[in-house]
């Protein structure tokens, strides 16, 4: 069965850090970009950053940059999401999902990409 499974959300205080998880099985996830997304209740959907399958370009969204930092383990079948420096702002179920991938313009999913089922960020004192 393909599948993304996320994991590492929860609840920290502001300043503090979290590491996401995104693994991938039934299919090899060294053939794909991977993106990353969040979406917070009652906002759109925001696409946070992204990594394309050869690790040359990576996309972070203005909101992120600089604090968040993302990376893959092709032999771990495994694509992380580093996050330090977290704000309130940054509380949302994130979501990580096969994509294209600009290091402008961000990730684009389409109907085919695979998706995770999401874990939830809570970032409050």
């Known amino acids: 069965q393909v599948q993304l499974a996320e994991s590492g959300g929860g609840l920290v205080q502001p300043g503090g850090s979290l590491r996401l998880s995104c693994v991938a099985s039934g299919f090899t996830l060294e053939h794909y970009a991977i993106a990353w997304f969040r979406q917070a209740p009652g906002k759109e959907r925001e696409g946070v950053s992204c990594i394309d399958s050869y690790e040359r370009n990576r996309y972070y969204a203005d909101s992120v940059k600089g604090r968040f930092t993302i990376s893959r383990d092709n032999d771990q079948n495994t694509v992380y999401l580093q996050m330090d420096s977290l704000k309130p702002e940054d509380t949302a179920v994130y979501y990580c999902?096969?994509?294209?991938?600009?290091?402008?313009?961000?990730?684009?999913?389409?109907?085919?990409?695979?998706w995770g089922q999401g874990t939830q960020v809570t970032v409050s004192s």
């Open positions: 999902a096969t994509s294209s991938c600009d290091y402008q313009l961000g990730p684009e999913t389409y109907e085919y990409d695979y």
